[in-house]
Structure formats: structure tokens, C-alpha cells
């Protein structure tokens, strides 16, 4: 879910990109428009699109039969407003997780961010540690949880993030990660076996099983 943003798109390009097959079927879903579909394995995957609220509800019969899901959910507050914005981070991402339990899912894979926190006094990282929270009290048999850093790269990557970005996270006042390695670490990661039922991963461990999975 949310293959068309930034870390959505990246995990898509890395499980279509092969040579060895990473998944059975894929099934893409954008929120506002299908993901683009390219790379060696593009034909064992279905591009769809569809809002989270509708999955939750009059859709969520297409959550069957999966063994994983994978959320990269998130918008801007400038472009959907405070309101929307934690709607579609908490309370949407949690109703399909719901919808996606109760159809047999087991895995759930999640990108949430450095330093979330539902006791954060700033409201996108407490929204991301509330959702971790009650994602914990679901009962998945497995949740993975990304914590990365700022996000370098992709298409959505802006000036700023190519020229301004590299030279903040080397003198240390914010930690980064490059988009591709996300899409790395989360296609390592649940491909192999389970270490707890619940994964915690920070973003120098992500960089780490990245750098591995090359």
C-alpha cells in the first residue's frame, strides 16, 4: 500500500527487479493513482488503485489471501491538511490492518520514522508511534517496524534533498538514508526468517541489512 510514493515505489522497484522471484503475486496499490509496474517480475504483479478508507470498508474483501502487507502511507499537511493527514496515517492505516488481519494476513510490514514516539510533542512523529502502538496490540504474527531516517533520493527528491541533505547528515544533525536502500531492507527483511514477533529496526541497522542484501 502507497506504491507510488517515495519508499513504496522503491520496495516495488526492488521485488520487480529480480533475477531471483521475491513473491508469488504482487499486488500493488496506489492511493490516487495504479503504481507503475516495470522491471523483469513486472508480470507476476497487478497494479491497482484504491483510497485507504475504501479498502477498509467497501473493498476490503481484496485484503484476502495475503501472507504480508506492506504500508508506505503517508501526505503532506500542507497538501491534506492536520486533520486528513493523522486520518490517513492512524486511523486508515489501522482499519486496513484490521481488514487485513481478519482475511488471514500474518505479516505486517511498516514505514514509520526516526525517533516516533507517541508521547512527541510534534504531531507527524507522535502519530507514527501511536500507530505503532495499537499496530502492536493487533495480533500479527509478525510486524516489522522501519524507523529510517530522512529520505535521500527517489523521484520526489527535491533540490534540497540532493545538494542540502548529504552535507547535514555528515556533520551529524540529522541521520539519512538513501530510498533504494529502504526498498533493500524491507524486501531482505521479510524474506528472511523472524527474530520476534515484533522488529524494531532504527536506520543504521536498515543502511546495514541494505548494504548486505546488494
Not at 180 to 206: F, H, I, K, Q, Y
Amino acid at each position: 500500500l502507497g506504491a507510488t510514493g517515495q519508499t513504496g515505489s522503491a520496495v516495488l522497484s526492488e521485488l520487480l527487479a529480480g533475477p531471483d522471484q521475491k513473491a508469488t503475486k504482487i499486488v500493488a496499490y496506489g492511493n490516487s493513482r495504479k503504481p507503475n509496474l516495470s522491471g523483469p517480475l513486472a508480470s507476476q504483479a497487478v497494479a491497482m488503485q484504491a483510497s485507504m478508507a475504501d479498502l477498509a470498508t467497501s473493498r476490503s474483501d481484496e485484503l484476502k489471501g495475503f501472507d504480508s502487507i506492506f504500508f508506505h502511507i503517508g501526505t503532506q499537511r500542507r497538501k491534506a491538511g492536520l486533520e486528513a493527514q493523522i486520518k490517513l496515517e492512524l486511523d486508515d492505516t489501522l482499519a486496513v490492518a484490521r481488514a487485513a488481519l481478519a482475511g488471514g494476513c500474518k505479516q505486517c510490514h511498516i514505514i514509520s520514522s526516526t525517533a516516533a514516539s507517541s508521547s512527541s510533542f510534534a504531531t507527524y512523529l507522535r502519530t507514527k508511534g501511536q500507530v505503532e502502538e495499537e499496530l502492536k496490540k493487533l495480533g500479527f504474527e509478525r510486524l516489522v517496524i522501519y524507523r529510517p531516517g530522512a529520505l535521500n533520493g527517489g523521484d520526489r527528491a527535491t533540490w534540497f534533498h540532493k545538494k542540502c541533505l548529504p552535507y547535514i547528515a555528515a556533520v551529524g544533525l540529522v541521520t539519512m538514508i538513501d530510498v533504494a536502500d529502504v526498498g533493500r531492507c524491507v524486501c531482505a527483511t521479510a524474506l528472511r526468517s523472524p527474530r520476534a514477533p515484533v522488529e524494531v529496526l532504527e536506520n543504521a541497522e536498515m543502511i546495514a541489512v541494505a548494504r548486505a542484501a546488494k
